[in-house]
């Protein structure tokens, strides 16, 4: 059986020009159980001390850390760190979906057709949301590769590949804000900004899929050493296949994650789920410093090695033997 | 004798009219009103209809129109005849919209629950999923009460054949329950003996039994309930209602930034603190309510408020998310619905509707469209409603277009062709005209059932002909009156007279932005005084311009900068070559918005804090600001005319402090405005003393008499000491002596006995420093200053007032955290003596 297991370390901090005199956060970092994955350990540092602190579950199914500063403070920074475990995924081959047309007109609204809760869910992810527009556009730029009686996962698969080839990763092109429509008129942006777009073009033709949010393992450059902070949150597409479920799909790097992708949840769109979000009273003028390290366990005592900086020991440090038994 | 005219009235046949049966001949339930309308004359007519109009007017009751070229509002227009409406139709007209209630709650609890009606094929995904009314943070959330919709407006229409048909609903903050009132106060008082013989309902049980709802529906924990009606604030269309209905109701009017969210419990801050808010009446719109959750661009709602409903803490009225229900597309499925949830048929109709979204339905609309009224779909789309047989050529074109490509996002109304109601014209030949009608009704949840006002909002539309009536473009309203089964017994809308026991010695639970405005209200009037006069010792020297002046301008403008009121630049004056550039700098010290010490910018930040207070103050006062609005204009182009504003600002700013001692209500509020002053000018005078102790022993003689000139003590001086300002006096009298109200003495004192007493009322320990600094500046000795060569007595002095100027920031920041936004402040590592 095919595992892995990863510890990621995300570091956020906002150093404000101000005194904050209260705050609200909502923190939506921790790694979701998935039939093939599981988050082993899981633990939140945040400095100052919030005056409240609570732990909820939202609509989707994501794990919130809802926080309240009471007190003065300058500087917020929230560790997140965990122990994620994953096995390969039986992937079902694109050939076994059915045609896309049934799955839009299952999806479609029939005065009194029932529908089983599974497919209740899924309709949620068919309409606009804050960041992902519905139009002609969009459903002409998909349409070309959803030809007639195509089984949908191929479909989406040829979709990923062409925004993979026909659009340009550029970091500096776009910011969080940045409207799915300009992405699509620039052909440039970064992994969030392909998710909107993509997931865009498959509401457009009535198909269901929602936004992942979660990591990426990287590989440094060819004999160099992995290090520390240099990896970033990712996102990517899960489209509803009924009876199969979700199948994920990553346009930036046009491949279906399998083991290198730990999902941290999902949302219809980045907003829903968007690692933290808050609401200030004070303050001014605080872009975020982010600092995100994945590493698989083997490489992870050779990685954390320097006294400076060591990975706070997750207690007790979680066994692979031990979580099986 | 019959004046003819109800003869001379318009009555049309293809349309339904609400007062008569056929040309000339009132309804039943008309009559007696039509006779009384025909035995008075015209001229009693137009004095009825003047007292309308005028009541409005000195009620001050507005409607505020966005975008409007007159100004920001305008007078409610009342006609000053009422719709009747028969008992009989009404025990089914008010029967029909408490089912209706009923039915909309029952679907928000099932949209934001179990969603039955969407897996079972009752209700498209896209009218709920699809909207951006639904808000699934609010998903799962169960309201304290169970209750989702607890204040309901739905809009009729009735068509040619007499039936009424629902137009619209409105679930989230509906408006018009305080115009209805309004109306009624207004109109019962034109017809007092007709009001009485028509045996009209009256409307105080409603609003009773919905106070009444929400207190025992409120999780309050055993506490007193404390119900808050929520306002998007004084811009707002309908605020003259938040704020009618707030002081009909007796709740506190707030602002979103008026209420606090700790550990998932609403607050309200006040002066004395935080108070629990179990119950929030809110007139705005879900998306604005928490930013943390919805609207995160939205300034206007409370952070943390949807932690504070999933944990059941506090009641909403109406629950977060009920707006996703305004939509006219779903009017097709209610029946479906109603049948499934109630287990019963709809009382009344709504108008036909087809939702383009089903193909059939699609299919109908493109072919009947000059019989349809296409609407948005999402009330979110901002569309107008479109009357399809007004629409020609490329128009037409566009819209079938348009709900091809969408077509879920359309939806196609029956066009109802409205009843007609008598109208009072002032100007028109015909005195009695027609107009279309519609109705909106209002029913308010209780823990046994609906309630339904006895009574409506009867909106008019603004001209013969108009088929859209909307107050945003200008309607006409009209008080409705519901007749009774039987007598009415005597009981009266307002409390008539106020007994002992209403008395009211001081305001509690006075917000704390009120507080907070007030405050700043003193410290901006204060330093607006304080820069017009270090800026005019400076213009009026500059005017005079001699060698000897210039030394004397460089410890000036010094001074002038080190207290904000001018930019930061070399203060060198001497040379001629720079003389030019000084003179600009000062007039942008005195007009320049976009300098922030200035003069021009302190009096706008005076108007904002003063505009959010406004009813605290006299109309004295108002004038005084206004006053204050204009000195600066138009700019000040040259010396003179700026001493000749400055000296505008100085006297203006003076009148203000005279109000503020001999104008206002000392109640708490007030405290915080003369503490804002004592501090402002605590900090002020510290600093401008400072830069002459500061300054080498020359120069500093140099600098007495514009300090006593800044510190407005000249005329003391002089008359106590008939000579030339020499330092010791002129330190005496601006720093130590308690009796002279611009020495620092006397700010400690003031400050010092105003935080006693507010220590005292509002249960706070007293802040240590200020007694502490006072205790210095009595222990200072004074006798230091006569020895030849006193550099250490001003060292010393200098180093105490920088402690002071300290001490004043420090109060500043104490009563901020404590009194306005009720946080802590961390200790500081600045050491205060």
């Known amino acids: 059986m095919n595992k892995v297991r990863y510890h990621i370390r995300h570091d956020t901090t906002y150093r404000y ?16 159980d998935l039939p093939w994955q599981q988050c082993v350990a899981h633990r939140l540092e945040i400095t100052p001390e919030p005056t409240h602190s609570r732990d909820f579950v939202d609509s989707f199914g994501n794990t919130v850390r809802a926080l309240h500063f009471e007190a003065d403070h300058d500087l917020l920074s929230v560790r997140s760190e965990s122990w994620v475990e994953l096995q390969s995924r039986t992937l079902p081959p694109v050939e076994d979906s059915p045609p896309w047309e049934s799955v839009r007109d299952m999806l479609r609204y029939q005065a009194g057709r029932r529908m089983d809760p599974d ?26 590769r959803f030809t007639p009686g195509l089984p949908l996962l191929a479909a989406v698969e040829h979709l990923m590949q062409r925004i993979f080839e026909e659009f340009i990763f550029d970091p500096e092109a776009t910011e969080v804000s940045t409207p799915v429509t300009e992405v699509f008129a620039s052909k440039r942006g970064v992994c969030q900004d392909f998710a909107h777009l993509m997931i865009s073009c498959l509401r457009s033709l009535g198909i269901a899929a929602r936004y992942m949010s979660g990591y990426l393992l990287t590989r440094p450059p060819p004999g160099r050493p992995r290090l520390i902070g240099a990896d970033a949150t990712h996102a990517w597409v899960s489209v509803f296949v009924p009876g199969l479920g979700w199948a994920d799909f990553d346009p930036t790097n046009a491949v279906r994650p399998d083991l290198e992708h730990i999902t941290i949840g999902w949302g219809r769109d980045f907003s829903d789920i968007s690692p933290m979000r808050g609401v200030l009273l004070g303050g001014g003028g605080h ?37 099986n038994g | 004798m019959p004046s003819g005219l109800i003869d001379a009235y318009p009555h049309s046949v293809d349309r339904y009219d609400e007062m008569l049966v056929a040309k000339g001949a009132p309804r039943p339930h008309w009559s007696a009103f039509a006779r009384r309308l025909e035995v008075l004359s015209e001229k009693a007519l137009e004095q009825r209809a003047a007292f309308v109009a005028d009541a409005i007017e000195s009620d001050g009751v507005t409607y505020n129109v966005y975008a409007d070229p007159k100004g920001n509002s305008r007078p409610w227009e009342i006609d000053m005849l009422p719709l009747i409406i028969s008992a009989d139709e009404w025990r089914d007209l008010s029967a029909a919209v408490a089912q209706r209630a009923r039915l909309l709650d029952a679907v928000l609890a099932d949209l934001y629950g179990p969603q039955n009606l969407v897996s079972e094929g009752l209700l498209p995904p896209a009218l709920v999923f699809g909207q951006r009314g ?4 609010c998903q799962g959330a169960v309201p304290p009460s169970g209750r989702f919709l607890h204040l309901y407006a739905v809009d009729l229409a009735r068509s040619p054949d007499g039936n009424w048909w629902v137009i619209a609903d409105r679930t989230q903050g509906p408006s018009g329950t305080g115009y209805a009132l309004q109306n009624r106060i207004v109109v019962s008082h034109a017809f007092p003996d007709a009001f009485r013989n028509l045996h009209v309902q009256k409307l105080v049980g409603f609003f009773r039994g919905f106070q009444e709802g929400m207190a025992r529906m409120a999780p309050t924990d055993g506490e007193a309930p404390l119900c808050v009606l929520l306002t998007p604030g004084p811009y707002n269309e309908t605020y003259f209602e938040h704020a009618f209905l707030a002081r009909y109701l007796g709740y506190p009017l707030v602002e979103g930034q008026d209420l606090t969210v700790r550990n998932d419990t609403v607050y309200l801050k006040t002066l004395r603190g935080l108070r629990r808010v179990h119950a929030v009446v809110r007139r705005l719109d879900d998306d604005f309510c928490d930013p943390l959750e919805l609207r995160a661009d939205s300034a206007l709602g409370v952070a943390g408020l949807l932690g504070a409903v999933r944990a059941s803490r506090v009641l909403m009225a109406n629950a977060l998310g009920s707006g996703v229900l305004e939509s006219a597309a779903l009017f097709g499925f209610l029946p479906g619905i109603s049948e499934r949830l109630l287990g019963e048929p709809m009382a009344m109709p709504s108008v036909a509707s087809w939702w383009c979204g089903e193909p059939p339905a699609l299919e109908h609309v493109l072919e009947n469209l000059d019989d349809l009224v296409i609407k948005p779909a999402f009330p979110s789309m901002r569309m107008e409603a479109v009357f399809g047989h007004q629409l020609k050529g490329e128009e037409r074109k566009q819209l079938i277009a348009s709900i091809k490509a969408q077509p879920h996002a359309y939806v196609a109304q029956e066009w109802v062709r409205l009843s007609q109601a008598p109208v009072w014209t002032r100007h028109a030949e015909r005195r009695l005209t027609s107009r279309s009608v519609g109705l909106r009704l209002f029913a308010a949840a209780t823990p046994d059932g609906y309630i339904v006002m006895p009574g409506a909002l009867t909106r008019v539309a603004p001209s013969a002909g108009i088929e859209v009536i909307s107050m945003q473009r200008g309607g006409l309203s009209k008080d409705t009156w519901v007749q009774a089964e039987g007598p009415i017994q005597r009981s009266t809308l307002i409390k008539e007279k106020l007994g002992v026991i209403d008395l009211l010695c001081t305001g509690t639970d006075i917000p704390s932005r009120v507080g907070e405005n007030l405050f700043w209200m003193g410290r901006h009037s204060e330093r607006c005084e304080a820069s017009a006069r270090i800026l005019r010792a400076a213009l009026t020297r500059i005017a005079g311009g001699t060698d000897e002046i210039d030394q004397e301008l460089s410890g000036l403008l010094l001074a002038a900068s080190r207290i904000g009121a001018l930019s930061d630049d070399e203060v060198d004056a001497s040379d001629d070559a720079e003389e030019h550039r000084l003179e600009n700098r000062l007039l942008s010290a005195v007009s320049d918005l976009g300098q922030p010490g200035s003069v021009a910018s302190n009096l706008r930040a ?15 006062n108002w004038h005084v600001l206004n006053r ?9 182009v040259t010396l003179d005319q700026a001493l000749g504003a400055l000296d505008q600002v100085m006297l ?8 503020a001692m001999d104008d206002m209500t000392r109640d708490e509020g007030w405290r915080f405005l003369i503490l804002g002053r004592r501090i402002e000018r605590l900090a002020g005078l510290s600093a401008l003393v400072s830069v002459v102790l500061q300054a080498s022993e020359p120069d500093r003689e140099r600098m007495l008499e514009w300090l006593l000139e800044a510190a407005n003590s000249i005329v003391t001086y002089r008359a106590r000491y008939r000579r030339t300002p020499e330092l010791l006096p002129v330190m005496h009298l601006v720093v130590f002596d308690t009796a002279n109200p611009h020495s620092i003495g006397f700010q400690v004192q003031s400050l010092k ?57 420090v109060l500043s920041d104490d009563v901020h955290h404590r009194f306005f936004i009720h946080t802590v402040q961390q200790s500081r590592l600045r050491s205060v003596a």
């Not at chain 1, 101000?18 to 909502?26: I, M």
């Not at chain 1, 002609?136 to 349409?143: I, L, M, P, V």
């Open chain 2, 753 to 809: 006995r105003y935080l006693a007493r507010s220590a005292q009322d509002l249960g706070h320990p007293m802040p240590p420093q200020i007694a502490g600094l006072e205790r210095r500046l009595g222990r200072f000795d004074l006798t230091a200053f006569e020895v030849e060569h006193c550099d250490l007595a001003c060292a010393r002095l200098a180093s105490l007032l920088s402690d002071a100027e300290e001490t004043a920031y």
């Open chain 1, 17 to 32: 020009d101000q005194p904050v005199g209260e705050s609200h956060q909502l923190l939506r970092l921790a790694p979701r």
């Open chain 1, 119 to 144: 497919t209740l869910f899924a309709t949620a992810f068919l309409f606009e949301s804050t960041d992902v527009r519905l139009k002609r556009d969009f459903a002409d730029y998909a349409g070309e």
């Open chain 2, 606 to 620: 005076l108007a904002i804090n003063a505009n959010h207070v406004r009813e605290r103050l006299s109309s004295d």
């Open chain 2, 628 to 636: 204050l609005e204009t000195a600066l204009k138009p700019s000040p």
């Open chain 2, 652 to 659: 203006n700013c003076i009148s203000l402090a005279g109000f």
């Open chain 1, 287 to 323: 872009e975020p410093e982010i600092a995100v390290t994945v590493v698989p366990e083997d490489e992870f005592a050779e990685l954390y090695t320097d006294a400076d900086q060591p990975a706070l020991a997750l207690d007790p440090v979680p066994d692979l033997r031990i979580s």
């Open chain 2, 134 to 137: 639904f808000k699934w943070p």
